[in-house]
Each structure stands twice: as structure tokens, then as C-alpha cells.
């Protein structure tokens, strides 16, 4: 079940998009720029930062999931890859959440072979206390702690997704 008042509100998701919307367009001014959105999980994130930067672009998507192994490694598994050539492009991946850091990880290995010109890695909200895996990450929304959330986007069994704001998630017993 979803506790009763949002965690962030649409006010506060819209606040936030929009200074990171500003913040992207400042830096790759000038610039060739992918935006890159991880799924399912940052589609709404995707569509809402990606209508205020302003900078021209090309709009890819990667399908990925993961689970966790053990304490220090999981699997990640690509189910829909790129299809835009990213080599000597500005590529920045926009996520929904980073709690491991495993998915961003192995996602940000693979394609740093294919060269880009730079990678950059947006990600709505960032759950530091779970960090396994050391990513970069260079645009973050908002710092949260360690509890489970849905909403804009994010799922709890793929449910919830369609909130448009975000709550905390708590299993019932
Ligand atoms: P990581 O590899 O552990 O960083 O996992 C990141 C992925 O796990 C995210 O892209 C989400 O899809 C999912 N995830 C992690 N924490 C949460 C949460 O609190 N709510 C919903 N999904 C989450
Ligand atoms: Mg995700």
C-alpha cells in the first residue's frame, strides 16, 4: 500500500525538473546531444525533462532490468537496445532512480565502448545509503532515503507507475 500524502508532489517534481531542465540546457549549449532514457522507469521523468531543455537532440531508449545476486554484484540484462550510433555524440542517460548503482554501472560500461563523446547521467533520485556499484552521477533531483517509492514512473510490481507524484510504498502484513 501507498502511504497517504505524497512524498514529493507534482509542485515539487515540476520545481525540479524544470532547474535540472535548465541546468542540462546551459552545459550542452552548442553541443550534438542523445538523450537516452532508461525503461520503464524513467518514462515519465524522460518526457517531462526533455520537453524544457533546450537544445537540439535525438531521442533513444534502452530497456533494461536487474537483480541482485548478493551483497556486491547483479545481473543486468538489456532487453531493447539503442538504436541511434552513438560514437562522438554528447550522450546523456536519464534515469529514474539510483539505488545499487549496478544497472547505471553496467549500462554506462557498455556504452563508454562505444565512444562517445562524453556520457553524462541524469537520474531523478538518488538513494545514496544503498550504493553497491560507484557510478557518476552528474545531475540528481533530489537525495532520498532508504525507502521503497512509487510513482511518476516508478513501480512497485509495475503497478503505480502512472502517479504523478511520488509516494512511499509500504508491503502490508
Ligand atoms: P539499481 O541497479 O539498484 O541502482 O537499481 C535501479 C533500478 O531499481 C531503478 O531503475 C528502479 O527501476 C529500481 N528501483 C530502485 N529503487 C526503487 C524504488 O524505491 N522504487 C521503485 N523502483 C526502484
Ligand atoms: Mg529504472
Same mark, same amino acid.
Request: hydrophobic share 40%.
Given at each position: 500500500?501507498?502511504?497517504?500524502k505524497p512524498?514529493?508532489?507534482?509542485?515539487?517534481?515540476?520545481?525540479?525538473v524544470?532547474?535540472?531542465?535548465?541546468?542540462i540546457?546551459?552545459?550542452?549549449?552548442g553541443?550534438?546531444?542523445?538523450?537516452?532514457?532508461?525503461?520503464?522507469g524513467?518514462?515519465?521523468?524522460?518526457?517531462?525533462?526533455?520537453?524544457?531543455?533546450?537544445v537540439?537532440?535525438?531521442?533513444d531508449f534502452?530497456?533494461?532490468?536487474?537483480?541482485i545476486k548478493d551483497k556486491?554484484?547483479g545481473?543486468v540484462?538489456?532487453?531493447?537496445d539503442?538504436?541511434v550510433d552513438i560514437?562522438n &555524440?554528447?550522450?546523456?542517460?536519464?534515469?529514474?532512480?539510483?539505488? @545499487?548503482?549496478? @544497472?547505471l554501472?553496467?549500462?554506462r560500461?557498455i556504452?563508454l565502448?562505444?565512444?562517445?563523446?562524453?556520457l553524462k547521467?541524469c537520474?531523478?533520485?538518488?538513494? &545514496?545509503?544503498r550504493r553497491?556499484?560507484?557510478?557518476?552521477?552528474?545531475y540528481?533531483g533530489?537525495?532520498?532515503?532508504?525507502e521503497?517509492?512509487v510513482?511518476?514512473?516508478?513501480?512497485y510490481e509495475?503497478?503505480?507507475r502512472?502517479?504523478?507524484?511520488?509516494?512511499?510504498?509500504k508491503?502490508? @502484513?
Amino acid at each position: 500500500m501507498i502511504t497517504g500524502k505524497p512524498f514529493l508532489t507534482v509542485e515539487q517534481i515540476q520545481y525540479k525538473v524544470k532547474k535540472l531542465a535548465e541546468k542540462i540546457s546551459e552545459d550542452y549549449e552548442g553541443k550534438d546531444l542523445v538523450s537516452i532514457g532508461i525503461l520503464k522507469g524513467a518514462f515519465m521523468f524522460f518526457s517531462d525533462i526533455v520537453k524544457l531543455i533546450q537544445v537540439p537532440m535525438e531521442i533513444d531508449f534502452l530497456i533494461a532490468s536487474s537483480y541482485i545476486k548478493d551483497k556486491t554484484s547483479g545481473e543486468v540484462s538489456i532487453h531493447a537496445d539503442l538504436r541511434v550510433d552513438i560514437k562522438n &555524440k554528447h550522450v546523456l542517460l536519464i534515469e529514474d532512480i539510483i539505488d @545499487t548503482g549496478l @544497472t547505471l554501472k553496467y549500462i554506462r560500461e557498455i556504452l563508454l565502448k562505444r565512444k562517445p563523446a562524453s556520457l553524462k547521467i541524469c537520474a531523478f533520485l538518488n538513494k &545514496k545509503s544503498r550504493r553497491i556499484a560507484e557510478v557518476p552521477l552528474d545531475y540528481v533531483g533530489f537525495e532520498i532515503p532508504n525507502e521503497y517509492v512509487v510513482g511518476y514512473g516508478l513501480d512497485y510490481e509495475n503497478r503505480y507507475r502512472n502517479l504523478p507524484y511520488i509516494s512511499i510504498f509500504k508491503k502490508s @502484513t
